[in-house]
């Protein structure tokens, strides 16, 4: 049941086809929000970026691809992303002073989604519970603690996306998974924050749904060695001279993945 859901839920959420990288030709403007530091830049192919580069840390880039291809294969709304290219000469004669927060090389470009609004309290329950519910359910797994939003506010990194063939259908996108697999992850500092705390506790009391969920998480690391490829040889590095290894292990973050099996880990 939750496989042909999610089907119903992904959409039109087609990813670039990974290995493939857009060459950037243009930057438009720097990103009104982010702490990440992004850039909106115009590829090759006259699409639209949201173009997270030096200034987001190689580390974010790496959480972002990985969590990125996890979601993709778990068929959950997330924009639609690939690795971009920014030419030296691009960068040299461009006119904003910052632009030193972009980079030049291989960065993390996330389609730019027009037409959205940030999702407010008032319009959870328009979402569909079991798209809730995955929602919650993934984040969990990636240990993801920046998807909050409660009475006192906060940053669900959810968007409606208005339907170009209707005024009155939107449909959900998921953004920025920078802050996944998160080394100080705390489990009920996540449930009392999370955007849909209330469809994650029902989770998190339904063993028959927790065996369902973790048989998606197994299905989705099968392709995990070839996730890991589609990550650049140099975001390894905080340096560019190659010199300083990113603080990110991909043998703890494939084994912490990998305790969807325990019983422990849908534990509150």
Request: include cysteine; glycine fraction near 6%.
């Amino acid at each position: 049941m939750l496989k042909h859901e999610a089907a119903q839920n992904a959409g039109n959420y087609t990813l670039h086809e990974q290995g493939v990288n857009v060459e950037i030709i243009q930057i438009l403007r720097r990103a009104a929000d982010g702490i990440t530091k992004p850039f909106i830049c115009k590829g090759e192919n006259s699409l639209i970026y949201v173009v997270k580069g030096i200034g987001a840390g190689k580390r974010s880039l790496i959480c972002e691809w990985i969590a990125g291809c996890l979601a993709q294969q778990l068929q959950l709304p997330i924009a639609p992303f690939c690795i971009v290219d920014v030419p030296e000469e691009l960068l040299a004669n461009n006119v904003y002073e910052d632009s030193k927060y972009l980079g030049i090389g291989l960065a993390f470009g996330s389609l730019e989604q027009d037409r959205v609004s940030k999702v407010k309290p008032e319009d959870i329950q328009t979402i569909p519970e079991t798209l809730q519910q995955k929602i919650f359910a993934f984040d969990w797994w990636i240990q993801n603690m920046d998807r909050t939003l409660t009475e006192q506010g906060g940053n669900p990194n959810l968007l409606w996306k208005l339907n170009i063939n209707s005024e009155f259908e939107s449909r959900l996108v998921m953004i920025d998974h920078n802050l996944a697999f998160d080394k100080q992850f705390h489990k009920q500092d996540f449930i009392k924050s999370h955007i849909f705390k209330a469809q994650g506790l029902a989770l998190l009391s339904d063993k028959a749904l927790q065996n369902d969920y973790t048989q998606l998480f197994l299905n989705a690391l099968q392709y995990w060695n070839e996730i890991c490829t589609g990550i650049p040889p140099e975001w390894w590095f905080s340096d560019a001279e190659q010199t300083v290894s990113v603080d990110f292990d991909l043998k703890v973050t494939y084994d912490k993945l990998m305790t969807c099996q325990e019983k422990i880990f849908w534990s509150k």
